[in-house]
């Protein structure tokens, strides 16, 4: 090669050599920035149909965790307000009490159930018919607080047809 062509040439080569690393480098810092939501595991999702002029329905899932995070608030298409509940027995009496989030121990499955931890559905659209498919976003916090959403789509079940009766 010329060396008037090896002038043009070797700066050229530095220069996308340079932008290359660069793109890798923002990449790599992007990737370990994005939220992980590959992390949680939402199986047995469902809401339980509802009642011509009922108002409030409840769902329910399990939710599972390879680290620890927490569930901070939930959205659906089917209602204004999602609540994160938790249903305990004290001294003889159930009482049911919100919950602003819902820590997750990695690798501990939290099945959200009738009578245990559940999402209240408040002030419904339209009642939730069987078989119909009710949408959610999950969102989360991350052990380091960066957050992240989850989309999971549940079917409208009656509660006999849930094959996940465990408690946490």
């Known amino acids: 090669m010329p060396f008037q062509s090896r002038l043009i040439a070797y700066p050229l080569l530095l220069s996308l050599l ?6 890798v480098s923002l990449t790599v810092n992007a990737a370990a920035k994005l939220p992980p939501a590959e992390n949680i595991t939402v199986t ?3 809401v339980r149909p509802t009642n011509p002029g ?9 939710l599972s965790s390879k680290q620890n995070a927490k569930l901070v608030a939930v959205e659906s298409d089917v209602t204004k307000s999602v609540e994160i509940h938790s249903m305990t027995m004290n001294n003889g009496v159930m009482k049911m009490r919100m919950l602003d989030t819902l820590n997750l121990t990695a690798g501990k499955p939290y099945a959200l ?3 245990g931890y559940h ?3 408040f002030d419904l659209k339209k ?3 069987e078989g119909e498919m009710v949408n959610f976003t ?6 380091n607080n960066s957050e992240f959403q989850q989309k999971v789509l549940a079917k409208v ?5 849930s094959s996940n009766s465990k408690h946490h």
């Open 113 to 115: 159930v009738p009578g």
């Open 44 to 46: 047995d999702a469902r």
């Open 18 to 23: 340079f932008l290359s690393q660069c793109l």
């Open 157 to 161: 079940l009656p509660d006999s047809a």
């Open 138 to 143: 999950l969102h989360f916090k991350n052990r």
């Open 119 to 121: 999402l209240m559905l």
């Open 127 to 129: 009642p939730l018919v």
């Open 54 to 62: 009922q108002e409030v329905g409840a769902a329910y899932m399990t």
